[in-house]
């Protein structure tokens, strides 16, 4: 059975579904962050169990056919290494999942720290857009924002 899943869902696949699948819940994030369904679908552990799913999918079928994991702790050791890991496409579908869910995870935040502060909608699209392409960047917006309306400074929130 795994073998007709894993001819299915080949790595051009995933990464078809991932790009598609993470747009509604971004969608619902932006547009729609207080309804029941962003709550239920995006600011729970819900995506991030079916991210962890396909992740362990992949190394699964990685390890199956021959690929070196631990090769991947290669990327510590410089840049040139880390060129050659980004040249592989099973290292670099793993990137991106880590990718998508790590700033599905930073929007999400945003969204739940945003309602608590009393910030609107409004005020955090331009945050939630940026953080969407560039994660780190787009949380950096959100807490020059985050500072004007929480009238403080934390490190430690």
């Known amino acids: 059975m795994i073998e007709q899943i894993s001819k299915f869902f080949t790595i051009e696949m995933i990464y078809l579904w991932l790009n598609i699948g993470v747009l509604p819940l971004w969608f619902l994030l932006i547009f729609f962050p207080q309804s029941r369904i962003s709550r239920f679908l995006v600011t729970s552990i819900i995506p991030y169990i079916i991210f962890g799913s396909i992740y362990v999918y992949l190394v ?9 994991l631990l090769e991947i702790f290669n990327l510590y050791l410089g840049i040139n290494n880390l060129i050659e890991l980004f040249s592989e496409k099973s290292f ?20 739940r720290d945003s309602q608590k502060l009393l910030i609107s909608r409004g005020t955090i699209f331009l945050p939630l857009v940026v953080t969407y392409f560039v994660g780190p960047l787009g949380l950096f917006v959100y807490w020059i924002i985050r500072i004007f309306f929480a009238k403080k400074i934390d490190l430690y929130e």
């Open 60 to 68: 699964y079928i990685f390890y199956n056919s021959g690929y070196d």
């Open 92 to 111: 670099l579908i793993l990137f991106w999942i880590h990718f998508l869910a790590i700033n599905l995870f930073c929007g999400s935040w945003i969204v």
